[in-house]
């Protein structure tokens, strides 16, 4: 499973961020997840005021 950011969604908030247990998403130019890190729980999907999160197979 990956977690997928839609940035043209997302607004920087850091919602997400503050949420994540694997401390995987860093807001810089736009959101990233970083693969090594993210254990696709889904809390930052779940958490976005947005809709910018997916968690995909």
């Known amino acids: 499973m990956m977690t997928i950011v839609d940035n043209d969604k997302c607004d920087?908030?850091?919602?997400c961020v503050s949420v994540c247990p694997a401390n995987a998403l860093v807001?810089?130019?736009?959101?990233?997840?970083s693969p090594k890190e993210c254990t696709?729980?889904?809390i930052c999907a779940r958490v976005c005021p947005f809709?910018?999160?997916?968690v995909r197979q």
């Open 12 to 15: 920087e908030c850091g919602t």
């Open 27 to 33: 807001i810089g130019a736009g959101l990233t997840v």
């Open 40 to 42: 696709s729980c889904g």
């Open 51 to 54: 809709g910018a999160l997916s």
